[in-house]
T-cell receptor, first 115, second 111 residues
Framework: DTEVTQTPKHLVMGMTNKKSLKCEQH?????MYWYKQKAKKPPELMFV???????INESVPSRFSPECPNSSLLNLHLHALQPEDSALYLC??????????????FGPGTRLLVL | SQQGEEDPQALSIQEGENATMNCSYK?????LQWYRQNSGRGLVHLIL?????REKHSGRLRVTLDTSKKSSSLLITASRAADTASYFC???????????FGKGTKLTVNP
């Protein structure tokens, strides 16, 4: 199973809402990632979890709160978002081998619209 | 800042032709990867080339890496309409879990 699943596929939320994005993988990968991608731009790294511990936070605003409940699951909690946060949010996972970056497997993404 | 910079930004070719995309980067790397993204979808890993490798093949894909010039190229031979997508190179900075993507090349293959 080389699949990373993400739910929901689409999400529309108001600026006062609280919502969560979910990501799951069953490949035994111990690194998981959240990316944000705006239209016609490359993915931008937000967070990295390695062995269920947050290892990289790319200075992401606190209205985005990641959580890694176990080695297969990754959540992104959203609160008080701004319209400029509208984007495609991608989850990915990879093996961790001696600290070197290996192939990342991406989910299909959640397309978020903040009104 | 973006580590990888793809060239060209957009490429339009006819089915059956070859497509070549280039990527340049600035710092030393452990490996370089190429990914494909169909419109609005997740990224699909195509190929990974390590810093001690110079060329790698996978099906119709050929990737080269020149660490002295800090550049890589992706060649897609005998292109098909289904190859229409955006292609990104991505590099990691030594010892880091961080993968940095280039700006991408949007490839259109016309039937």
């Amino acid at each position: 199973d080389t699949e990373v699943t993400q739910t929901p596929k689409h999400l529309v939320m108001g600026m006062t809402n609280k919502k969560s994005l979910k990501c799951e993988q069953h490949m035994g990968h111990r690194a998981m990632y959240w990316y944000k991608q705006k239209a016609k731009k490359p993915p931008e790294l937000m967070f990295v979890y390695s062995y269920e511990k947050l290892s990289i936070n790319e200075s992401v605003p606190s209205r985005f709160s990641p959580e890694c409940p176990n080695s297969s699951l990754l959540n992104l909690h959203l609160h008080a978002l701004q319209p400029e946060d509208s984007a495609l949010y991608l989850c990915a996972s990879s093996q961790v081998l001696a600290g070197f970056q290996e192939t990342q497997y991406f989910g299909p993404g959640t397309r978020l619209l903040v009104l | 800042s973006q580590q990888g910079e793809e060239d060209p930004q957009a490429l339009s070719i006819q089915e059956g032709e070859n497509a070549t995309m280039n990527c340049s980067y600035k710092t030393s790397i452990n490996n370089l990867q190429w990914y494909r993204q169909n419109s609005g979808r997740g990224l699909v890993h195509l190929i990974l080339i390590r810093s001690n490798e110079r060329e790698k093949h996978s099906g119709r894909l050929r990737v080269t890496l020149d660490t002295s010039k800090k550049s890589s190229s992706l060649l897609i031979t005998a292109s098909r309409a289904a190859d229409t997508a955006s292609y990104f190179c991505a590099t990691n900075q030594g010892g880091s879990e961080k993968l940095v993507f280039g700006k991408g090349t949007k490839l259109t293959v016309n039937p």
